[in-house]
């Protein structure tokens, strides 16, 4: 089968979610402020925050270019910060329209 025009860009733009889990000195050092502005430079919508063991917990929908383009950042993260590990598990997109910085 052969796909073309409209219907094969909708094929390109099916949305997807990554369940984003970044541990090291990721916190105290912009790293949600950074991971929200990269997210929205992306066109990605979800959500970043902290959890109370250290890491940074992020959820991120969108096309899978700009979610792997999202998780390299996310290795390296802002200035300031140490990654020691990035975890990806992908789930069901969860119908986000923006991207924001929770607690």
Known sequence: MYITGSLRKSFDAVKK??????S???QG????????QTAQELGIAGFVRNQPDGTVYIEAEGEEKYLRE???WC???PQWAHVESV???KGEPAG????ESKG
């Open 87 to 89: 975890e990806v598990e």
């Open 17 to 22: 979610l990554f369940k984003i889990t970044v």
């Open 96 to 99: 986000y329209t923006e991207f």
């Open 70 to 72: 999202l998780v390299r």
């Open 24 to 26: 090291g000195r990721v």
């Open 29 to 36: 050092v912009f790293y949600r402020d950074s991971a929200r």
């Open 75 to 77: 290795r390296r993260g």
